[in-house]
């Protein structure tokens, strides 16, 4: 290794373990039924670098629950020769080789190759130029390019999460990416922060805090640090939901009485009123194709799930069983919807098919809240509790793979899984 | 001696003990202005801000120091017990137009967030038009939630959850 590789491994070492006090550790507590089996060999060349990436391959990968590790062995290049009957002698399906070679300029090139190991074939593989620091980032695009090969649908982990940690008497909201690492703080406050939302750009969050004494609706634009209110009318503003277009806000203001529906645009301009009961309409969530805007109400004397098109108009109602069906979230395919359901006295998760109606409860557990799709709709963010201590959990839309997200001190709630970032 | 002159005199000693005692800055302007402190002679502006400070004064003691009104499970009528309450905060509102209230409308912490937001601010808002039905102002007093972001207490029992159930009232400078 150079003086400078590991001058720049330091670096990144040091960062990590700078914010390793805030960050969120992951544990799989389920997987799938039949996960693939698949070998990552340390990549070839640079080995500092090369382990770095495929690390973070292979934890990916695994965090997924839709992959088994197999033991894979000394470093391999993308070029070299496969011997697939070795492989297949393993328990291999699939196979992972490449190779990180320092570049001129300091850099690194960082070349990789997937192999089908049954059929004995190359499913193709891509080449990146890097700086060291940027071995994580490297290590989840290829991860998303594997779980698209062999499962064909978009991977997520090149993906941001954002949640609120709440510890000592202060509040953070915080970006971190899919795996929990390399946390940043968005805002920080002495008073409470809820209801994150992406917009569907990944570039702003729109928020409420209560800094100042009330609920106040802000949208946050992450690169610059800089926002600014989208909604402070009279009463309390809250429950900001983005558009598919990104350029409006439903929103439940209270400026006329109980909570009811509007739309605002991003800027805080343009109120309208969206729909109209004589008690609680909130949780406004937009359906992806931007028709319906689905949302809690309790006009019918319980809280249900109600939508009503995103014109205007009367609302239909989607949840019949129970007392308490809340926080509609539908898939970003449209399909399902993710809410939370009461069954005596437990607050659990819970799936509908929205066009059979048909629902699935998919937690055992008692306080679950604020569910959220990860943006290839595979798995669902949620805050539970534990212990007395919030956390993060998310599960499959299956019910099958489970994993449990928290910090060390503090709790972890208001999880908003972000969306795919176009290159 | 007031703390104020104090602070001058303290400032005077270290300056005076300093090697670098600016000669713009005159030690003996800054003791002019606070020479009226010192005989006890202070004089004070009377302005409408001084009014409202002693009207504010009288919320901190009596029955106006007591700002919260508690609600049963799933409820947001104002019980029979609290109406002697709200109106002597009412009666004060009338009184002073000029103070302004807010109300804080609270949950406890089951269920989802946003719609323990929604149930804080029925709450709120039952509380304001009580007000408003006694003769308060529109303009004086917002309503607002605070859900479950802000409980009193924080186990998980009803002892606690009950005293979660409330509305805050906070008047001009509380907020």
């Not at chain 1, 489970?402 to 290159?423: T, Y």
Request: net charge neutral; with cysteine.
């Amino acid at each position: 290794m150079t003086a400078l590789v590991r001058a720049a491994f330091a670096l990144v070492v040091f960062a990590l373990s700078f914010a390793a006090r805030a960050q969120l550790t992951i544990e799989i507590t389920g997987a799938g039924a039949n996960r693939i089996p698949i070998a990552i060999a340390d990549f070839a060349g640079e080995p500092g670098v090369s382990r770095a990436v495929a690390m973070v391959v292979r934890a990916d990968l695994e965090r997924s629950g839709l992959f088994k590790l197999v033991e894979a062995g000394a470093p391999l290049a993308e070029n070299a020769a496969v011997n697939f009957a070795d492989w297949k002698a393993q328990g291999a399906d699939a196979l992972v080789v490449g190779s990180v070679q320092p570049t001129a300029n300091g850099r690194f090139e960082v070349r990789f190759r997937l192999h089908d190991v049954q059929k004995q074939a190359s499913l193709g593989g891509l080449a990146f130029v890097m700086a060291a620091p940027q071995a994580r980032t490297t290590g989840h695009r290829i991860a998303d390019f594997v779980y698209e090969k062999l499962l064909g649908e978009p991977g997520i982990f090149s993906t941001r999460i954002a949640y609120v940690v709440k510890s000592a008497g202060r509040f953070e909201l915080q970006i971190a990416d899919a795996d929990g690492m390399n946390p940043q703080t968005a805002l920080a406050s002495r008073e409470p922060i809820i209801s994150p939302a992406w917009s569907p750009d990944g570039g702003r969050l729109a928020y409420v805090s209560f800094e100042a004494k009330k609920p106040v609706i802000y949208v946050h634009s992450l690169a610059s640090g800089k926002r600014h209110v989208a909604a402070n009318f009279k009463g309390s503003n809250s429950a900001p939901a983005w558009s598919p277009d990104g350029r409006k806000l439903a929103v439940v203001l209270t400026k006329d009485g109980a909570s009811q529906l509007y739309s605002v645009n991003a800027d805080g301009s343009g109120v309208v009123r969206l729909a109209s009961s004589a008690g609680i309409d909130t949780e406004p969530f937009f359906s992806p194709d931007g028709q319906f805007i689905y949302f809690t109400s309790d006009r019918g004397g319980s809280p249900q799930v109600y939508r009503v098109s995103s014109g205007g108009g009367s609302a239909q109602r989607i949840t019949f069983e129970g007392s308490y069906n809340v926080t509609p979230r539908l898939s970003p395919d449209g399909k399902n919807m993710a809410f939370v359901t009461r069954n005596n006295g437990r607050f659990q998760l819970a799936l509908m098919d929205l066009a059979t109606r048909q629902t699935q409860v998919l937690t055992d557990s008692d306080k679950d809240e604020s569910p959220s799709f990860a943006p290839n709709g595979r798995m669902i963010l949620y805050a539970s509790e534990i212990g007395g201590r919030g956390v993060l959990a998310a599960v499959s839309s299956d019910g099958r793979v489970k994993q449990k997200l928290s910090v060390q001190a503090g709790d972890v709630r208001e999880p908003a899984w972000g969306p795919f970032l176009k290159n | 001696m007031s703390k104020k002159w104090m602070i001058v005199l303290g400032a005077a000693l270290i300056a005076g003990c300093g090697t670098t005692v600016d000669p713009e800055q005159p030690g003996a302007s800054v003791e002019d202005r606070n020479a009226k402190s010192i005989d006890g002679a202070d004089v004070k502006r009377v302005t409408p801000e001084d009014n409202l400070g002693t009207a504010l004064a009288a919320v901190k003691q009596g029955v106006l120091a007591k700002r919260s009104v508690f609600f049963d499970y799933d409820s947001y009528v104002i019980k029979d017990e609290y109406k002697s309450l709200v109106e002597a905060h009412a009666k004060f509102l009338v009184a002073n137009p000029r103070v302004k209230m807010l109300i804080q409308g609270n949950a406890d912490e089951r269920g989802s967030r946003e719609y323990n937001l929604a149930l804080g601010q029925k709450r709120a808002e039952a509380l304001r038009k009580m007000l408003a039905l006694l003769g308060a102002r529109e303009e004086q007093i917002e309503a607002v939630s605070l859900g479950e972001e802000k409980p009193r207490c924080s186990e998980g029992s009803e002892a606690c959850w009950s005293q979660n159930r409330r509305d805050d009232m906070l008047y001009t400078g509380e907020f």
